[in-house]
């Protein structure tokens, strides 16, 4: 229960800023997209951190969310590499 609960706590943050980050950057109107989707950063981060409560085990909750993790911040980064994802100003 430790491992879920040091998993949920640990990866559940930067995995719910990615899901809900990574939508507000891709969209084609960041000035009218980005403050709905910063609303539902909360909500996505309790269901995140629930989810790994799902998990048999911790290490799983840790490799799965952790994998999730790093997938996702790996294609964010090769999106900006790739000159795809900007920041409107």
Do not use: E, N
């Not at 609960?5 to 559940?12: E, I, K, N, P, Q």
């Amino acid at each position: 229960m430790l491992g879920k609960s040091l998993a949920a706590a640990l990866l559940g943050i930067p995995l719910a800023a990615l899901l809900v980050g990574l939508p507000a950057l891709l969209s084609s109107d960041q000035h009218r997209t980005t403050l709905p989707l910063l609303m539902l950063f909360y909500p996505v981060w309790i269901g995140v951190m629930a989810c790994a409560f799902a998990f048999k085990t911790g290490l799983r909750a840790w490799l799965w969310m952790g994998v999730a993790t790093m997938a996702g911040y790996g294609a964010l980064h090769l999106l900006k590499a790739c000159g795809m994802l900007g920041v409107a100003a």
